[in-house]
């Protein structure tokens, strides 16, 4: 089972909101990503979680979150979002084990900021 | 700076047709390689990983890997309308993350 689960699909939020994006996998993989795509663009790296801890966190604004409750669950909480952020957030996750990184992308949010 | 390199596109082939997919990187230790599918507004979806010289296949594809010239290839034979969509490459490289690189990908159009 390669399943990666994102909910909710779809969010719209305005700017001054809170709100929670969640992923989980089953996959037994210890290492945890997340992505923001925009239209036509690869994904750009925000976070990455390797063993539950945060490993790195590409300067990412502070009003992204993310949270590693456990080994399956990965949290994004938002917080006084601007439209620029309205993208497609992936989530991904990998073994990490040498040299297999494939990395099991879930459905996606896609969000909009109003 | 790694950086992958790939012909956005779009790429156009006729059903039934060989398309040829090529992405290339910078960084020679380089050690794994990966092909990831997107269709619009889909999220991506892994295809092939290959992380020696040579060829590999799974079904109508083939991943080329050369690491002399830096390049990755992707053949998808008997091409389908249902494979037009979004390719991705992307590459790890040691000694850091192992986090992959993104290229920008190359758009593929099979048409009937």
């Known amino acids: 089972d390669t399943e990666v689960t994102q909910t909710p699909k779809h969010l719209v939020m305005g700017m001054t909101n809170k709100k929670s994006l969640k992923c989980e996998q089953h996959?037994?993989?210890?290492?945890m990503y997340w992505y923001k795509q925009k239209a036509k663009k690869p994904p750009e790296l925000m976070f990455v979680y390797s063993y539950e801890k945060l490993s790195i966190n590409e300067s990412v604004p502070s009003r992204f979150s993310p949270e590693c409750p456990n080994s399956s669950l990965l949290n994004l909480h938002l917080h006084a979002l601007q439209p620029e952020d309205s993208a497609l957030y992936l989530c991904a996750s990998s073994p990490t084990g040498l040299p297999n990184y494939e990395q099991y992308f879930g459905p996606g949010t896609r969000l909009t900021v109003t | 700076q790694k950086e992958v390199e790939q012909n956005s596109g779009p790429l156009s082939v006729p059903e039934g047709a060989i398309a040829s997919l090529n992405c290339t990187y910078s960084?020679?230790?380089?050690?794994?390689f990966f092909w990831y599918r997107q269709y619009s507004g889909k999220s991506p979806e892994l295809i092939m990983s290959?992380?020696?010289?040579g060829d590999k296949e799974d079904g109508r594809f083939t991943a080329q890997l050369n690491k002399a010239s830096q390049y990755v290839s992707l053949l998808i034979r008997d091409s389908q309308p249902s494979d037009s969509a979004t390719y991705l490459c992307a590459v790890t490289v040691p000694g850091g993350s192992y986090i992959p690189t993104f290229g920008r990908g190359t758009s593929l159009i099979v048409h009937p």
């Open positions: 996959m037994g993989h210890r290492a």
């Open positions: 290959i992380y020696s010289n």
């Open positions: 960084d020679r230790g380089s050690q794994s």
